[in-house]
């Protein structure tokens, strides 16, 4: 249980990886020190933070647990909120959009990033595709199956959902604990519903042991027929 009156530091909690608690006009924000999974405290503190701060969270205690701050697949509004402010405070568009721009997103950025800024792979990878211009998605698989995905504006095609295909690298994590490191040129049907024009794609991915989840980037191949048009739209 945690302690009262303790600031600032972690305490075992139960029923929660981190927590608001509001007291009239001050609060306190307390993480599980039981929570194996909290590698990244920042962004559970700056989560509770937006519970504090976000006009309409008025609950007097926010029980938050690791699945919802770090998954990003809250059926929530209030934790999907949270998250984002979470996100906005640690990674700025403003700074993110000056990175992104001379930058190709890859899965090395996004881990240099999350490792600058203290955050989660996932609200990395979800920050940098809401503002990059590049043509990048992103999948999220827990227990071999796609829990959810996301993608930049301009990624063409529709992300798949279901079982992880049988013959991606992704499965193999799902059946040794082992991920094969470095890109991979797939064929397009592991990720995507239609493939179009791209018969293959570029995979990248990284595990989450403490979620049983794998984080995959996609990314097109060069194509010289692409034109960078959408470059003018309104998104910059
Ligand atoms: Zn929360």
Redesign the pocket.
């Known amino acids: 249980m945690y302690q009262e009156g303790y600031t600032g530091a972690s305490e075992p909690i139960e029923n929660a990886d981190?927590l608001?608690l509001r007291m009239g006009s001050s609060a306190q924000i307390l993480l599980n020190s039981n929570n194996r999974y909290l590698s990244r405290d920042s962004f559970s503190i700056a989560?509770?933070l937006?519970?504090y701060c976000l006009p309409g969270h008025n609950q007097s205690q926010?029980?938050?647990n690791v699945r919802?701050?770090f998954s990003f697949q809250s059926s929530?509004q209030?934790?999907r909120e949270?998250?984002r402010f979470a996100a906005e405070l640690l990674m700025p568009t403003s700074w993110l959009k000056n990175i992104v721009k001379t930058s190709d997103v890859s899965l090395s950025l996004i881990k240099s990033i999350a490792e600058a800024c203290q955050t989660s792979l996932t609200a990395t990878a979800i920050k940098i595709i809401g503002i990059c211009p590049d043509r990048v998605g992103i999948v999220c698989s827990e227990d071999g199956i796609i829990k959810w995905t996301a993608k930049a504006k301009s990624f063409p095609y529709e992300l798949r959902t279901g079982r992880v295909d049988e013959s991606s690298p992704v499965v193999d994590f799902f059946e040794t604990g082992d991920l094969p490191e470095g890109s991979a040129q797939v064929p397009s049907f592991f990720w995507i519903s239609s493939p179009g024009t791209h018969e293959f794609i570029n995979e990248e991915s990284v595990s989450m042991p403490y979620l049983n989840a794998v984080l995959t980037v996609l990314t097109l191949p060069f194509d010289e027929d692409d034109d960078d048009e959408w470059l003018d739209g309104d998104s910059w």
Do not use: T
């Open positions: 981190a608001l989560h509770e937006g519970h926010y029980y938050c919802e701050i929530n209030k934790e949270a998250n």
